[in-house]
T-cell receptor
Framework: QKEVEQNSGPLSVPEGAIASLNCTYSDRGSQSFFWYRQYSGKSPELIMSIYSNGDKEDGRFTAQLNKASQYVSLLIRDSQPSDSATYLCAVNKFEIQGAQKLVFGQGTRLTINP | DADVTQTPRNRITKTGKRIMLECSQTKGHDRMYWYRQDPGLGLRLIYYSFDVKDINKGEISDGYSVSRQAQAKFSLSLESAIPNQTALYFC?????????????FGDGTRLSIL
């Protein structure tokens, strides 16, 4: 089982609709979760972080976390063509001696159709 | 000016050559990371450093070495480059102190080994 799993897509959503991106993780001890957006050939850009169960909203973006189900999602409302990108889920993983590092999923490619 | 600067941005070289990729940051972060990204494989951690005297191997460190010359500088070397090291390389930084610090990425170095 991969440590962080995402559906690679492509996910195609009409403009103005809600895009829903999902991510599952294997380490029950994980406490911090991040969503990054990456345009083709560019670097990942942090768009959302979430640490507690429930929803966190920031503009058109909502992150949802369910630690019992080891599941984190990202909703994009009123999708725009500029939202077309690959979305990476990243999960904090604890290593020995208290060190921590992020583990990234493979990413979901999202296309918003005008 | 970028907070995390990678040089060079693009490099084409031949098999067997020694290559150094450099990363410098002005964010004042103590943690630095090197990743490579290949299509369909997502971001994979090569090496990471939590302070100047700390170097740790990631999941794919074979064939690579690093040097943390100062808090703001972290370089990645390929001692004898091979074609399957052709990839997009990213440097990232984060802050320590709490468990929920996201990573911030440089613009990447596109490396081609012929």
């Amino acid at each position: 089982q991969k440590e962080v799993e995402q559906n690679s897509g492509p996910l195609s959503v009409p403009e103005g609709a809600i895009a829903s991106l999902n991510c599952t993780y294997s380490d029950r001890g994980s406490q911090s979760f991040f969503w990054y957006r990456q345009y083709s050939g560019k670097s990942p850009e942090l768009i959302m972080s979430i640490y507690s169960n429930g929803d966190k909203e920031d503009g058109r973006f909502t992150a949802q976390l369910n630690k019992a189900s080891q599941y984190v999602s990202l909703l994009i409302r009123d999708s725009q063509p500029s939202d077309s990108a690959t979305y990476l889920c990243a999960v904090n993983k604890f290593e020995i001696q208290g060190a921590q590092k992020l583990v990234f999923g493979q990413g979901t490619r999202l296309t918003i159709n005008p | 000016d970028a907070d995390v600067t990678q040089t060079p941005r693009n490099r084409i070289t031949k098999t067997g050559k020694r290559i150094m990729l450099e990363c410098s940051q002005t964010k004042g972060h103590d943690r630095m990371y090197w990743y490579r990204q290949d299509p369909g494989l997502g971001l994979r951690l090569i090496y990471y450093s939590f302070d100047v005297k700390d170097i740790n191997k990631g999941e794919i460190s074979d064939g690579y070495s690093v040097s943390r010359q100062a808090q703001a500088k972290f370089s990645l070397s390929l001692e004898s480059a091979i074609p399957n090291q052709t990839a997009l390389y990213f440097c990232a930084t984060s802050n320590s102190g709490t468990a929920d610090q996201p990573q911030h990425f440089g613009d990447g170095t596109r490396l081609s080994i012929l």
